[in-house]
């Protein structure tokens, strides 16, 4: 993310910091930093690691498609193939226990309790507020009432964030048995690694169709957002749309008079450029991938 | 008496036939004595119209002949001792005694000419002499061995009447006889048992070659030379065994074919002439046949042949060599048969020779292959059959669009472009390794027969055997797998070599290609099997077109493929840790119970793949289901608010720059 490097505007959590807003002049229109630039690095690499998981993997699942045998093909060969598939799981491994690292790390430094961390009101565990947002949200869907004025993590993220919890855990241990399977054989019977393998490989399914249909339509696409939405990438999202989007969230930084540690100028255009440049590749491949599995499901199945 | 029995038995009968116009018989009672009373004066003529013949009688040289012991009335016997002078007898006849003799003379070209009145015909007398008649086996018989030559040389040598005026085809009869092996082991090495005139031609029963029942008619000529000669089969050819020469007769060049009459010599020199006999006509290129086949024989393509010592006439085999133009006697083919009767057979039960034998215009002859003159053998790299000429060869038929590909109604096509490319055409077109199978090597070379033909060397019962004739120790292999015919009896079709490796467009075994397409050859029969092991990782990264995880072969084995259980499997439990271990080093039992050939469709087989499927399949569509729900419900107020933006944002744009920092302001 060459965003990252850039961005001065970093600024940390607004409960700790009580630095005075420096805005410039009015001309500058702030706005809203949702994601620190490591937040925005670890989905990068998230991105990168899961298309080129998903992409490599697919190959192998459906090898009986004619697709398959092409990608494995660009890829270099099933030997390549797969050792960028293990690599891929390597930067996965590591975003995922560089999170935990942060998360354990921010807890010292905020001096806060684990209790306090997991929930507190920022916190990506779901509870009482989400069910209840959940079932306003159902009714708002049906015409019932208005839309629920969410904050900072709607009960859908939170879910894709533990999905991939999930994910990670269940690919991972997996896929590190096949990666293995003599080390592992030495506790578990043969039979395990045909288990594995089919967990693994449904498990990833799963994972890609949900990440590539509704992952991408419930933070990327929604038509309010069409095309896209590039807020996980720039960590900037527009005042006016954090005051749409999540009111609550919005509501609470003004009542703790917060909100302007919370602000930094746009990124240069070329930023922005770079960045949905980068989206567009992921979406597309997103896309095709999820085409291919529909149709490697459907009408090359056998 | 007995001297006329002795003749009798030497065959060469010494017949007496005094047949002086006697006139002076005497009155004794001693035959001889009385007629010698007179007789016996050298002055005795008497006028026979103009001619004067002398009447004398060498009493001594009579005394002393086979008859001596007949009186002189007993061949002349019309004549009367007491009737002096007597009156003109008749002629005296032989065959009163030597009847069978007789009637031999008679029917012969000798006697039937006599008949006619020819004066020139010889009678018993002409050839035996009258009074002084000797035992045959006498060396002053007139018709001893040695002799022989001669008496019949009076008339049949050149320069005689006979040989002026007659129609006889031979000619220097004598001098060519007398240089001959025959003539020289007679006259110059004095062998009476060396063949004389008679030897062939016969004493008495002399006929024309023409005629059938001639000592030297075309059909006889063996048997009579075998007189003689009686194993010449040996040193001939093998496959003639003595009997082809006499029942086949018209079909095998005769002796004098090669061997000319009278000119017979030790060395086997004919040929070169008789060929030279040939040429004087078909040298000629412009030579054409009545329907303008060229008849042009390149006289200079024979030396090199295989067929270098082969007379034109041992081929060409109804010549005759009395004729004018010898070949005009020939009425059919040249039949190869005649000395390669043993491939002759082959063929005949092949489908080349079943088609040419319903004058099929498409079958092929032996002439089509090895060409005519210019024959040469399979080791000759100019020959058409030399191993790396014999694709093209067979090509002239079997190539695509040509006569035999277009009547072929079975599954191999592009057969010669595909057998080009296999690893059998490279070795032998492009390494020009002659060793390499060729068609001939697995179809053999005369002997082609379909593949559903049980015989066929490529009929699939046959096939190992056909491809283990190079391939030894893969047949061996074979031999003991569970595939062998011998070791399976549930009566299931069984692969054989071509079933795997196909017929004509064989790869190598190490090649991507072949590696990957074996998979699909075990699966055309074991198809279930194969299914589950394309659901293994290894499966599908072969599927995906890479040669490096387990093929069935792998674990399997090639040719050497055996059930489980047996313990010389490759995977039976003493050695499936060990096949595994060929690619996973380090590999454990507990490993090696990985399910190669696992299916999660199966719950009694595999019930933890099973429900681990369909666990995971469950989850899957639940939270797709719930997911998607979740979406669709969304997606009309998403578009909902995406409309009341819009709409916003169009107001604001209506505002001026002013309120947009008020705006700003206000935000903060």
């Known amino acids: 993310m060459s965003s990252t490097a850039k961005a001065p505007e970093v600024v940390s959590r607004p409960e700790q910091v009580t630095v005075p807003p420096t805005t410039t002049g009015p001309h500058k229109q702030l706005e809203y930093v949702r994601f620190q630039p490591r937040y925005r690095v670890m989905h990068a690499c998230m991105v990168l690691s899961f298309i080129t998981l998903a992409l490599t993997g697919l190959s192998l699942k459906f090898s009986y498609t004619g697709w398959a045998a092409r990608l494995s093909r660009i890829l270099g060969g099933f030997e390549t193939a797969g050792f960028i598939h293990r690599s891929a799981a390597v930067l996965m491994f590591t975003v995922f226990i560089g999170h935990l690292a942060d998360i354990v790390r921010t807890k010292k430094r905020q001096r806060r309790s684990w209790g306090e961390m997991l929930f507190g009101k920022d916190s990506l565990l779901l509870n009482g507020q989400d069910l209840r947002e959940f079932l306003a949200t159902m009714r708002w869907f049906l015409g019932l009432g208005p839309r629920p004025r969410y904050g900072r993590w709607t009960y859908w993220e939170k879910f894709d964030y533990f999905a991939v919890f999930w994910g990670i855990f269940v690919i991972g241990s997996t896929g590190l048995t096949l990666w293995f399977p003599i080390l592992f054989t030495r506790l578990l019977p043969g039979w395990f690694i045909n288990v594995a393998t089919i967990i693994h490989s449904d498990e990833a399914l799963l994972a890609t169709g949900f990440i590539f249909t509704i992952h991408f339509f419930n933070t990327h696409l929604r038509p309010e957002k069409f095309p896209m939405d590039i807020t996980v990438f720039t960590g900037h999202m527009p005042l006016a749309e954090l005051k749409r989007d999540k009111p609550r969230e919005y509501e609470e930084l003004v009542a703790s008079g917060g909100l302007e540690e919370h602000l930094a100028e746009p990124h240069q255009p070329i930023v922005v450029k770079t960045v949905r440049f980068f989206a567009w590749i992921a979406l597309g491949t997103g896309f095709s991938i999820v085409v291919w599995i529909i149709y490697a499901m459907i009408f090359a199945y056998r | ?668």
């Open chain 2, 1 to 668: 008496m007995a001297a006329l029995a002795f003749s009798r038995q030497a065959k060469e009968p010494a017949k007496e036939q005094p047949k002086e116009p006697a006139k002076a018989a005497e009155k004794k009672e001693d035959p001889s004595e009385t007629c010698l009373a007179c007789h016996s004066e050298k002055t005795m003529t008497t006028r026979h119209g103009k001619q004067t013949i002398s009447l004398y009688v060498d009493g001594k040289r009579f005394a002393k002949s086979v008859h001596a012991e007949l009186s002189c009335t007993g061949c002349h016997s019309d004549l009367d001792p007491d009737n002096i002078p007597h009156p003109t007898p008749a002629k005296v006849d032989c065959s009163n005694c030597h009847a069978q003799e007789g009637k031999q003379h008679a029917a012969s070209l000798h006697g039937k000419a006599l008949a006619k009145g020819d004066s020139l015909a010889p009678r018993c007398v002409s050839c035996h002499g009258n009074h002084d008649i000797v035992p045959v086996k006498d060396r002053d018989s007139a018709v001893a061995p040695l002799k022989v030559p001669f008496v019949c040389g009076k008339c049949h040598s050149e320069g005689t009447p006979v040989q002026q005026t007659r129609n006889i085809p031979q000619h220097d009869i004598l001098t060519n006889y007398s240089e001959s092996i025959h003539g020289e082991g007679l006259l110059k090495r004095g062998l009476t048992v060396a063949p004389n005139c008679a030897s062939c031609h016969t004493a008495h029963n002399i006929l024309p070659h023409t005629d059938p029942n001639s000592s030297i008619a075309r059909k006889n000529i063996a048997s009579t030379c075998t007189r003689c000669h009686s194993q010449i089969e040996e040193v001939h050819r093998k496959t003639i065994k003595g009997e082809l020469w006499e029942k086949e007769a018209h079909v095998l060049p005769a002796c004098v074919d090669c061997h000319q009459p009278h000119k017979i010599r030790k060395v086997y020199y004919a040929q070169g002439m008789a060929d030279a006999d040939c040429l004087r006509c078909h040298a000629n290129d412009n030579l054409r046949s009545k329907d303008g086949r060229t008849m042009f024989v390149n006289a200079a393509e024979m030396p090199g042949s295989r067929h270098a010592k082969v007379a034109c006439s041992q081929c060409h085999s109804e010549v005759n060599a009395s004729r004018v133009r010898p070949c005009e006697t020939i009425t059919k083919k040249v039949d190869c048969s005649a000395c390669h009767a043993e491939v002759a057979q082959q063929y005949q039960r092949s489908v080349h020779g079943q088609l040419h034998a319903k004058d099929d215009p498409n079958a092929p002859v032996c002439r089509d292959c090895h060409g005519t003159h210019k024959i040469l053998g399979k080791r000759d790299v100019n020959s058409p059959s030399f191993p790396t000429n014999v694709p093209g060869l067979c090509a002239n038929c079997h190539r695509e669009g040509m006569k035999a590909a277009v009547r072929y109604k079975g599954e191999q096509h592009e057969i010669i472009a595909n057998y080009s490319e296999s690893i059998h055409g490279k070795g032998l077109l492009k390494s020009g390794l002659t060793v390499t199978a060729t068609c001939t090597s697995c179809h053999t070379a005369h002997r082609e027969l379909p593949k559903t033909d049980p015989e066929s060397t490529v009929n699939p019962k046959n096939v190992p055997q056909t491809c283990g004739v190079c391939h030894n120790g893969i047949q061996e292999q074979f031999s003991h797998s569970v595939h062998a015919a011998a070791n399976d009896h549930s009566g299931k079709q069984l692969p054989v070599c071509s079933d795997c490796h196909t017929a004509h467009t064989i790869q190598r075994a190490d090649q991507d290609q072949f590696k990957l397409e074996i998979m699909n050859k075990c699966g055309r029969c074991h198809a279930a099997i194969a299914e589950t092991y394309f659901e293994t990782y290894h499966g599908k990264v072969s599927r995906l077109g890479y040669t490096k995880t387990a093929k069935c072969y792998d674990c399997h084995g090639a040719h050497d493929i055996r059930n489980v259980n047996d313990p010389q499997s490759h995977l039976s439990r003493a050695n499936v840790v060990a096949t595994c271990q060929k690619c996973h080093t380090g590999a454990t039992r507990r490993f090696a119970g990985y399910l190669t050939h696992a299916t999660h469709h199966d719950p009694r087989k595999f019930p933890f793949l099973f429900w681990t499927f369909w666990g995971m399949t469950s989850l899957l569509v639940s939270t797709f289901m719930i997911g998607g729900l979740h979406t669709l419900l969304w997606f009309p107020k998403a578009m909902q608010m995406r409309r009341e933006l819009r709409a916003e944002e169009a107001r604001e744009a209506a505002q001026s720059s002013a309120d947009e920092k008020q705006a700003g302001r206000e935000a903060k």
